[in-house]
């Protein structure tokens, strides 16, 4: 993947999963996303630990997939259909690349979870710029 595309999914990708945060802790269903993170956040956690790339991988892909269908936007779900196989690539490149990442990705997971669970919009939104930023950095 040129560094271009990278960009471009990165960039969407951003843009529709901070509205799809939005949306779910606007309508104040973030409870029930926030228990949903912590369960996938605890097998990141496992897979790190079993150092398992793969299985790291598919639940860092669930946990951000976990958002988007949160939201009940089926257009953001299409939308995230789209991305998923490039974002997939980016993941799987990202952490080859810089296996730093992956501690750095998970603790960023948690703060995207603890925004959630507060309500709080504006820090999911704020956390997940700095989240992708680590890709575009790497990348």
Known sequence: ???????????????VESSAAARVIAEGRHGELNTELERLLAVQSAAL???ELDRFVIADDDF???VVVASRNPVALQFSG??????????????????AQITAGLAQHRQLAAAVGAGDAAAYRAVLLEHVSLHKGAL
């Open 1 to 15: 993947m040129s560094p271009q595309e990278s960009l471009d999914v990165l960039e969407m990708r951003e843009a």
């Open 49 to 51: 630990d079993a150092d």
């Open 64 to 66: 951000h997939h976990a």
């Open 82 to 99: 789209i991305l998923h196989d490039r974002q997939q690539r980016l993941r799987h490149q990202l952490y080859r690349v810089a296996p």
